[in-house]
């Protein structure tokens, strides 16, 4: 049996009409399945949460998320144990940045295709933000300051529909960063890496936390991240000036702005982000509030990834 759980509103309501394509190859094909449409935000959660509250050795479950980027990280943070889960993933959002770094099929035909096909999961590891006393998975990464600056505005903006009628809603990501560009204030942050690597940065315009190559859209921002490594990729972008971010950003898309002078790439299985001032945090792509410090830690938890 496989469980859909599937965002009808994903790249601005086309993911429902998408959906209806594939539901249509499921009858033909005689699979048994279940469908579950997420109706606000956050619901990828729950549903999720009481799909796979009786996931066990004897009793695996299939969980495919039908939907963006940000659907992932809501179906895999309602998973409480993520050991007895299959995971499948078909795109229907407008970034695409997972299946970018999993090299997944970026059609949802074939992305469907491959989960039927009955081919052997590979683990992929799972990371865990933790704010405050709540803590939630995520697949890609999650960062603070300009990229989630981005990211909030991107899921805002009138433009992201515009830019997805006509077919070229990745676009709306690179507008969006020039634009934010021009009014931020880089700002001090301190991280702590497994316990003891301390580095403090006076002017920083980001920092994401990778367990994947690429975010925003396709910058190769970490270009050596595995999903499967067991390990996170940090990237510190700080004390640039902003004519040379502008330089550096396009070139991130091919994972060379790693020369710039300014550009800080860590590894490790575990960050406290400490940010002197209140920042906006991304998770995937999807705003996690307003932040000052947050932690992110990779441990044990892997899922069975179809890919
Ligand atoms: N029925 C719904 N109506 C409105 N928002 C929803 C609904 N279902 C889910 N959401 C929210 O929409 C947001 C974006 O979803 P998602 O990432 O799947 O699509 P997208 O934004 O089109 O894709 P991408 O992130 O790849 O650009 C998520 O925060 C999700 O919780």
Redesign the pocket.
């Given at each position: 049996m496989y469980y859909f759980i599937v965002?009808?509103?994903?790249?601005?309501g086309k993911?429902a009409l998408i959906w209806k394509g594939l539901e249509g190859i499921l009858n033909e094909r005689n699979i048994e399945y279940k469908t579950f449409?997420?109706?606000?935000?956050?619901?990828?959660v729950l549903l999720s949460e009481s799909i796979t509250s009786d996931a066990a050795p004897e009793n695996p479950v299939t969980l495919i998320a039908v939907?963006?980027?940000?659907?992932?990280q809501?179906v895999l943070s309602g998973v409480r144990d993520l050991s007895y889960i299959t995971f499948g993933y078909i795109?229907?959002?407008?970034?695409?940045?997972f299946c970018r770094g999993m090299k997944l099929p970026a059609e949802p035909g074939e992305a469907l295709d491959l989960i039927l096909s009955g081919c052997r999961p590979h683990p992929m590891d799972v990371p865990v933000l933790t704010c405050g006393t709540g803590s939630s998975h995520f697949a890609i990464s999650c960062g603070i300051g300009f990229d989630a600056g981005v990211c909030h505005e991107?899921?805002v903006t009138p433009m992201?529909k515009i830019l997805?009628r006509i077919g070229l809603?990745k676009l709306v990501y690179l507008f969006v960063a020039l634009k934010q560009l021009l009014f931020l204030k880089p700002s001090p942050m301190t991280l702590v890496m497994d316990d003891d690597n301390v580095q403090q940065f006076s002017k920083v315009y980001f920092t994401a936390v990778m367990n994947q190559k690429y975010e925003g859209?396709g910058f190769k921002f970490c270009p050596n991240a595995s999903p499967s490594d067991g390990y996170l990729d940090v990237i510190v972008v700080d004390s640039l000036s902003k004519p040379k971010v502008l330089c550096c950003l396009p070139t991130a898309f091919f994972g060379k702005h790693t020369i710039f002078h300014g550009i800080h790439i860590f590894r490790c299985k575990k960050i406290d982000i400490h940010s002197d001032l209140a920042l906006p945090v991304h998770k995937?792509?999807?705003s996690a509030g307003i932040l000052k410090e947050f932690s992110v830690s990779i441990g044990a938890a892997q899922v069975r990834m179809i890919s």
């Open positions: 965002n009808p509103n994903s790249r601005s993911g449409f997420t109706e606000y935000r956050g619901h990828a939907g963006g980027d940000g659907t992932i809501e795109p229907t959002g407008s970034g695409n940045d991107v899921s992201k997805n809603g859209g995937d792509g999807e």
